[in-house]
DNA sequence: CCCCAGGCTTTTC
DNA sequence: GAAAAGCATGGG
């Protein structure tokens, strides 16, 4: 399935949920559709998926696997021939995690997840959503190679939209804006002011997505995109935050990525790399330049 | 002590 | 309009 390790895919920074199983540390475990799944890292290209179940989402397991780890996309052609030509020495650092994959998750997980990455350490963005898990989702009892544990499922936007915000702070970082706004927005969920689903639809302008999801306190252009992209599958989005712009600048010699940041210069970066990049994966291969700027350039290893 | 972390909102010029 | 301050905590 792939040449780069299941961690550097799980853990890369698209997704909380994952963890290192409690009890068989070769094991990755998340709860998915209400019920756990394991993955192992097996030799060569292999991967080990453990589940008590044959479907998930009503998809049968083997098609859903395909589809949560967009093995659908060809990734020869997420970036341009014209980048190996501009760019040689960086393909030489970036060929080794080009198979890094971008995760198809769900919306409003990947909403909640990415309302808590605000300006501070991945470590301290897990901790929060791990929180939120067990003291909003629902307990589920999980028994896995012999051994019993419980996990909890996300907080349904029912759940969270009912919470309490001064308590609900407790599990974010005590910051209590960022609560008021998981309440906020879960709150809009419920009464479908906000429609994930149909925010689905591939034919609206990326534009007009970020605008739309932007309308929400606590939710700017670049928790927009990442909601478009690792929520919504929608692959041409490019998220900018304070590594991306750190590489626009060093490896692309970006103007906008040295001026202070602001929405114009945000617009400025995401056109530029749109000329550097193919923009129906822009990104996807912004996940990946992110990935490995995180490694090569600032040796964070641990996330 | 400082600055930086997958930013956003509010205030101030 | 753009720029700065405030939010909150952990790690280097």
Redesign the pocket.
């Known amino acids: 399935m792939c040449n780069i390790s299941i961690k550097d895919i799980l853990f890369?920074?698209?997704s909380f949920l994952w963890n290192v199983h409690a009890f068989d540390k070769d094991y990755y475990c998340s709860i998915i559709d209400s019920s756990p799944v394991f993955i192992k890292q097996l030799s060569g290209n292999e991967i080990e998926i453990n589940s008590t179940r044959n479907e998930f989402y009503g998809v049968p397991l083997q098609e859903f696997i395909r589809t949560y780890f967009s093995l659908d996309i060809d990734t020869c052609n997420v970036f341009p021939e014209t980048f190996l030509l501009s760019h040689p020495e960086l393909w030489k650092l970036l060929e080794e995690y080009f198979p890094l994959r971008i995760l198809r998750q769900d919306p409003f997980e990947t909403m909640i997840m990415?309302?808590c990455?605000?300006?501070?350490?991945?470590?301290?963005?897990r901790?929060q959503v791990a929180m939120l898990t067990e003291n909003y989702g629902e307990a589920i009892p999980v028994t896995f190679k012999g051994k019993s544990l419980v996990l909890h499922n996300f907080p349904t936007p029912q759940r969270l939209a009912a919470a309490d915000p001064f308590t609900l702070?407790r599990c974010?970082?005590?910051?209590?804006?960022?609560?008021a706004?998981i309440i906020s927005a879960s709150r809009r969920i419920v009464e479908g002011s906000i429609d994930l689903d149909s925010l689905r639809n591939k034919q609206m302008p990326l534009d007009e997505l970020r605008l739309t999801l932007?309308q929400?306190?606590?939710?700017?252009?670049?928790?927009?995109?990442?909601i478009a992209?690792?929520g919504l599958g929608r692959f041409d989005a490019?998220?900018?935050?304070?590594?991306?712009r750190?590489y626009l600048g060093t490896w692309f010699k970006s103007a906008a990525a040295l001026?202070?940041?602001?929405?114009?210069?945000?617009l400025m970066m995401d056109a530029e790399a749109r000329t550097l990049l193919n923009p129906e994966f822009a990104g996807y291969a912004?996940?990946i330049l992110?990935?490995c700027w995180?490694k090569e350039i600032?040796k964070?290893r641990?996330?």
């Open positions: 890369s920074g698209q990415f309302m990455a605000q300006g501070i350490g991945m470590h301290l963005i901790k702070s974010t970082n005590n910051n209590r804006l960022r609560a706004n932007s929400n306190s606590g939710i700017g252009f670049k928790i927009a995109d990442c992209l690792f490019f998220p900018i935050d304070t590594h991306v750190q001026r202070s940041l602001s929405p114009a210069t945000y912004g996940h992110f990935h995180r600032k964070l641990s996330f």
